[in-house]
């Protein structure tokens, strides 16, 4: 299996592994952050799925996913287009359901949540919408055994038929990429796939609460700050709509931008640094010693 190992505090590509400064590395190193407890056992994996007016495609992707899992969750985050009508003929299924819209991140809270009161180890969120291949399920859980979150990367690696990603998404994507792998030492090619694995008992060290789309960018930090270990996975880069709308004003790519910088500020004041420059980084590493 290939993957791109992500110590925190290591800048990594293909080649070779440099060691960076990273302000937060041994903050929890007294903590265990890894799921070898489990590593060595046979391990509970969840599937997770956050879906919002998925209705057109909801069927069809529970069909793949069932194939490779045999715990499926769906979260219907307050859908309005009868995706609700249509869970209910999945009796295999475990359903959380939110009786109105509050967002991707609060639906993946929502999954942790559920993972955790039912003693999973492990838990695998995909999209609902066909741009994640659900046979690759039992990799990402697999791939969590020894480490605390695997991340898939539609830019690892190229795969044959890949889709061309919308140019603005795309820009966006390695932008804030970029910015976390400087501010927080990290090395990731995709700082947005929603195709992830997490070791349930990781994710206690964790104290997520942005709502939106930009919950994985408090994610990235709050998982550095906590010196975890993640790596990555190769996936195709699918596109099945290209015109796929985040809701109301986020479809403009300034206005997006512009959010997904306000998470990242306020995931760093809330870990201690007042503004995301290297002094910033530089005091807040002070503040962890």
């Given amino acids: 299996m290939e993957v791109m190992h992500l110590r925190v505090g290591y800048y990594?590509?293909?080649?070779?592994?440099?060691?960076?400064?990273?302000?937060?590395?041994?903050?929890?190193?007294?903590?265990p952050t890894t799921c070898t407890s489990v590593a060595n056992m046979s391990q509970r994996y969840l599937t997770a799925l956050p879906v919002f007016n998925e209705a057109n495609s909801v069927d069809r992707v529970l069909e793949e996913v069932r194939r490779f899992s045999d715990d499926i969750l769906v979260v219907d985050d307050g859908s309005t287009d009868g995706t609700a009508e249509v869970l209910t003929r999945h009796s295999d299924i475990q359903l959380a359901t939110?009786?109105?819209?509050?967002?991707?991140g609060a639906a993946l809270r929502t999954a942790f949540e559920h993972a955790k009161e039912h003693s999973y180890d492990v838990i695998v969120t995909i999209d609902c919408d066909g741009q994640h291949e659900p046979q690759r399920i039992p990799k990402?859980?697999?791939?969590?055994?020894?480490?605390?979150?695997?991340?898939?990367?539609?830019?690892?690696?190229?795969f044959p038929g890949d889709s061309?990603?919308?140019?603005q998404r795309r820009w966006i994507n390695s932008q804030i990429t970029k910015e976390l792998n400087e501010l927080?030492?990290?090395?990731?090619?995709?700082?947005?796939?929603?195709?992830?694995?997490?070791?349930i008992s990781s994710l206690s060290q964790l104290n997520l609460t942005?709502?939106?789309?930009?919950?994985p960018l408090e994610l990235w930090v709050q998982a550095a700050r906590a010196g975890l270990q993640i790596i990555e996975l190769p996936v195709p880069l699918i596109y099945l709509d290209e015109?796929?709308?985040?809701?109301?004003?986020?479809?403009?790519?300034?206005?997006?931008?512009?959010?997904?910088?306000?998470?990242?500020?306020?995931?760093?004041?809330?870990?201690?640094?007042?503004?995301?420059t290297k002094a910033a980084l530089s005091s807040c590493g002070d503040h962890a010693g």
């Fill in 164 to 167: 061309e990603p919308p140019s």
């Fill in 184 to 199: 927080l030492g990290l090395g990731l090619t995709d700082a947005f796939c929603g195709f992830k694995a997490y070791c």
């Fill in 12 to 31: 990594v590509d293909s080649v070779r592994a440099t060691p960076r400064m990273n302000p937060y590395r041994g903050v929890l190193s007294q903590l």
């Fill in 210 to 215: 942005e709502s939106g789309y930009a919950m």
């Fill in 98 to 104: 939110h009786a109105e819209n509050r967002g991707y």
């Fill in 243 to 276: 015109k796929r709308s985040f809701g109301s004003v986020l479809d403009d790519g300034a206005t997006r931008l512009d959010y997904y910088h306000s998470v990242i500020n306020r995931s760093l004041e809330a870990i201690g640094c007042a503004m995301p």
């Fill in 140 to 158: 990402f859980a697999a791939a969590c055994q020894e480490v605390d979150i695997v991340s898939g990367s539609r830019y690892l690696k190229p």
